[in-house]
């Protein structure tokens, strides 16, 4: 679409790059909320039912809160009435100043009819008639847009996570779209972690609680840590269960999840389940994943 100058910074140095805008906006049931939803989990800061007349301002908050560079989503539908009939001129005025991208998502009839009878929702334009009267009314009202959308994704044959898919390929970043791994290392005797993917138990290796210099230590401490991994199976252990979570981590990504938590327990959260939680952790980082340790248990003893 359009793009104003770039803003300057406070101190009057060099301009400061404005981060994106992205506008979406489409028939109603195509996706707009799934788009606007993967929009937020790429780091979007994204308003929703906005009138096209406050883009400008909507903009210059964020600006201000936020800094030029958060990049930001609105969603502009017919919901906004009269409004929406002045958002083509906004952007072609590039008032908000930054590089926009209008996003329009498009079904066919007989899929969206599908939907919103799913949805159990009237069409906001059908009025007293049929919901094809009202679809019928969106097309003719969005025609202009359409035709001037930088990016139409036709949602009649995908579903939730390859609408994801398509979102995160068009705007997602190499940071955003990356898989971020938690290790996190817990207590049997305190509960699993509720939001765990994958819990593996540490419980079969030799407690170092029971070897009296290697009790007050932590898995954190190279001894303790030494004396863990250097149990019979240890190796064969860790290097199958890479492979699992390396396989288990595309299959993520390819479902549109960027989130894992992996938790290590043992008996008491204090040694071999830390030690083991950082030899995971060291050895998915060095494989190049987002992979950080916590310790939740560490200390209550």
């Known amino acids: 679409m359009t793009a104003g100058s770039a803003p300057t910074t406070p101190g009057g140095g060099a301009p400061a790059s404005p981060g994106e805008l992205v506008v979406v906006t489409g028939m109603t049931g195509a996706g707009r909320s799934t788009a606007a939803k993967e929009l937020e989990d790429l780091g979007f800061y994204v308003v929703d039912n906005l009138p096209s007349s406050l883009l ?14 958060q990049p930001v989503a609105v969603v502009i539908d017919v919901r906004s009435g009269a409004f929406f009939d002045s ?46 009267d ?66 593996a138990d540490m419980r079969w290796l030799p407690n170092p609680h029971w070897v009296p210099e290697l009790r007050p230590q932590t898995g954190r401490d190279a001894p303790v840590s030494a004396y863990v991994l250097g149990r019979d199976g240890v190796e064969r252990f860790l290097t199958e269960y890479l492979t699992v ?8 990504l390819s479902e549109g999840k960027r989130f894992m938590t992996v938790a290590i327990g043992c008996t ?12 995971i952790t060291r050895r998915l980082v060095e494989r190049r994943y987002d992979a950080h340790a916590t310790h939740r248990d560490l200390g209550r003893e």
């Open 134 to 199: 009202g679809l019928t009314r969106e097309r003719k009202v969005l025609e202009g847009l359409r035709g001037d959308a930088d990016l139409v994704i036709d949602t009649s044959d995908l579903n939730v996570h390859q609408l994801t898919k398509r979102v995160a390929e068009a705007f997602g970043t190499r940071d955003s779209t990356r898989l971020q791994i938690t290790v996190v290392s817990f207590g049997f005797k305190y509960g699993i972690p509720v939001d765990a993917d994958y819990v």
């Open 56 to 69: 400008p301002d909507v903009v210059r908050l964020v600006d201000q809160g936020r800094g030029v560079q």
């Open 87 to 132: 958002l083509q001129s906004t952007l072609a005025r590039g008032a908000t100043g930054r590089r926009t991208t209008l996003l329009f998502l498009e079904a066919n009839d007989e899929v969206l009819v599908r939907r919103q009878d799913a949805a159990r929702r009237p069409h906001p334009l059908q009025g007293g008639g049929r919901l094809i």
């Open 268 to 279: 008491g959260g204090k040694h071999r389940s830390v030690a083991m939680t950082e030899e």
């Open 245 to 252: 979570l390396e396989t288990v981590a595309a299959g993520y």
